[in-house]
């Protein structure tokens, strides 16, 4: 048998349902089930892999043979890997309020088409709705003794309302993903949001561009912690040279009192009582007061890179592990929503997230709002439509000029490697110096 120096095996079992409703159309409702497995063996030099389908973890037998023909793989490989030491152990889950698993589809159904009609407010065309319930069994052993088992039950939705006028359509969308249960009761509310906030847009000036002081809401500032900072600080991107914060390690990359962290312990949509590798997870600071103090790692990366700790291996079912973020955040400062608006003075209030790109390793981003609002001797006056967010990582950081202390976290679901895992993504409001705001107004 070819030479191994450890190997792995993460086995997931389970169901995802999903419903989705366009219209008033119940366009699918149904339930999906899957079995997979993922072999990794480290050989002489690197990864031998395999995915399977139904694999009996508890025979040895079927596991020797796996872990053999991986090992045939790992033979072939040129270049040599090794990995970190790394903690063990597992957190417990959350409890569950509501077991999805206790609620018929036709309720499920019912309740989502509850939501889908109530964004279907006067001046509303078009509503579209989507309900995904995940229901996982993890088990994971390695060639060390290392052990483990989990389930995990996530659930949400989310609602789009597109209004028209004159041949001008706007868009308005909520969404909700929990960790502890079943989450379509009562929220006809949401609904009813984005559809005002799709005819309220039909009314909203064009945003014009220019540089201005800016105020950034928990959802922006989240998406730019998670797609700015997160993505760059991950240590497979710094391994190849394709982040604008490699070797930066101690130099202060950010305003003073600026904490960025990534933490899969928390109780949030991207909470992992473990990692795909058996790693203990835990509280990553990134930035600690302006300075860059550590990457997010696997065991590979942490042992090629450095300055960091291990337990943020990810993956989807099926699929090899590879770095990812979990719960990542602006943790809060002591500036009220109130004393951010009056220090801005004039400029512009940017609210929620339509995506956008980012190039880690260049350093630069640009991403849409949803909407905004122009800010006017401290207060806000009308709304804005078609406004951006662009700049560099870093010298945004820098103009970071107060941190709120309103924290939010927003869920959600974030692609790599053509990988998608949950995420949760967050931050107070934040007083941005000098923005570059894109726009389409005179």
């Known amino acids: 048998m070819a030479e191994v120096r450890y190997y792995d095996i993460r086995c997931v079992r389970g169901e995802i349902t999903q419903v989705d409703i366009d219209n008033g159309v119940i366009e699918s ?68 309020e509501e077991d999805p698993r206790d609620v018929d589809l036709e309720e499920k159904t019912r309740l989502l088409a509850g939501i889908e009609g109530a964004a279907r407010v006067s001046g509303v065309v078009n509503t579209r709705a989507r309900y995904t319930e995940g229901i996982d069994s993890v088990r994971f052993l390695d060639s060390s003794g290392n052990e483990y088992s989990y389930e995990a039950v996530r659930s949400g939705f989310s609602v789009l309302a597109i209004a028209s006028r004159n041949g001008v359509m706007q868009m308005g969308s909520e969404r909700d993903h929990i960790i502890t249960g079943f989450n379509l ?108 103090a550590s990457y997010l790692h696997n065991r590979e990366t942490l042992a090629a890179v450095g300055n960091g700790i291990p337990g943020h291996a990810r993956s989807e079912h099926g699929a090899p592990p590879i770095v990812r973020m979990s719960n990542t955040f602006i943790e809060n400062g002591d500036a009220a929503y109130d004393e951010i608006l009056s220090e801005c003075r004039d400029g512009i209030l940017l609210i929620g997230s339509r995506g956008g790109q980012v190039d880690p390793g260049r350093g630069v981003f640009q991403f849409n709002a949803e909407y905004g609002y122009l800010v006017e001797g401290g207060e806000t006056t009308d709304m804005v439509r078609d406004v951006s967010l662009s700049g560099e990582i870093l010298s945004t950081l820098h103009n970071i000029a107060l941190i709120g202390n309103d924290r939010k976290m927003s869920p959600g679901y974030c692609g790599k490697g053509g990988q998608s895992v949950p995420v949760s993504d967050g931050a107070p409001h934040l007083l941005l110096e000098s923005a570059t705001i894109g726009g389409r107004g005179e």
């Open 29 to 96: 409702a149904g339930t999906s089930f899957f079995d997979k497995a993922v072999i990794r063996v480290l050989g002489a030099k690197g990864w031998g892999i395999l995915t399977r389908d139904h694999v009996d973890i508890d025979s040895k037998r079927e596991l020797n043979s796996l872990v053999e023909s991986a090992a045939r793989l790992a033979a072939v490989t040129e270049d040599r890997l090794d990995l970190a030491d790394a903690p063990r152990g597992s957190l417990p889950a959350p409890s569950l």
């Open 185 to 292: 009761r009562d929220k006809q509310d949401l609904g009813q949001k984005a559809g005002r906030v799709a005819v309220s847009l039909l009314d909203a000036k064009l945003a014009k561009g220019g540089t201005r002081r800016a105020v950034l809401d928990p959802e922006l500032a989240g998406v730019f912690t998670h797609e700015a900072v997160g993505h760059a600080s991950e240590g497979d991107l710094v391994r190849e040279g394709a982040s604008v914060l490699g070797g930066r390690i101690g130099e202060r990359i950010g305003c003073a009192g600026l904490v960025i962290v990534d933490d899969p312990s928390l109780h949030e949509f991207g909470f992992i009582p473990v990692d795909a590798e058996g790693v203990a997870v835990r509280r990553t600071e990134i930035i600690r007061d302006g300075i860059l």
